[in-house]
């Protein structure tokens, strides 16, 4: 009974390939994450987002991103980065599966009320954008002494 099936591996990919297309069309893609760790799909580039009392530090993990193909912004509290990555594919090659990022990609965080939009320090290296919006000085903590 499967042996027809299993005759051919590029056929059975095939089939899988269709039934996902298909299941894609009927109900939509999924747009939630597979696991907790899981980025949402087409989430390009995954980022991690921290703050301190000083600073908030965005990090964009961006492998083989040419930053000169990067644009950053900020408009009331809205950080944008925009770009291109190109990964460049093998003519004559099947993949089953590819996951490494190419095309036009485009992220906004939002940002707490009280950084400084005239603060922000952006720099790559080893595959990481890191840019960092510093607080406002009269939104920091201060501590205040009793007399």
């Not at 980065?81 to 190419?102: N, T």
Request: proline content about 7%; aromatic content about 10%.
């Amino acid at each position: 009974m499967f042996e027809s099936l299993f005759s051919g591996e590029s056929r059975l990919f095939d089939e899988f390939r269709r039934m996902e297309q298909e299941m894609d069309e009927m109900f939509g893609r999924w747009p939630w994450p597979a696991g907790i760790r899981s980025a949402v799909r087409g989430a390009y580039p995954p980022i991690n987002v921290g703050a301190t009392p000083d600073s908030v530090d965005i990090y964009l993990f961006a492998a083989g991103l040419d930053p000169k193909a990067v644009d950053i912004s900020v408009q009331q509290n809205l950080l944008t980065v925009s770009g291109s990555r190109q990964v460049p594919a093998k003519e004559g090659v099947d993949y089953y599966r590819q996951e490494r990022y190419s095309g036009d990609f485009r992220r906004v965080i939002t940002l707490p009320d009280d950084v400084d939009p005239d603060r922000i320090d952006a720099r790559y290296r080893d595959g990481v954008l890191h840019i960092t919006v510093k607080r406002r000085e009269a939104a920091k903590p201060r501590r205040i002494e009793v007399k």
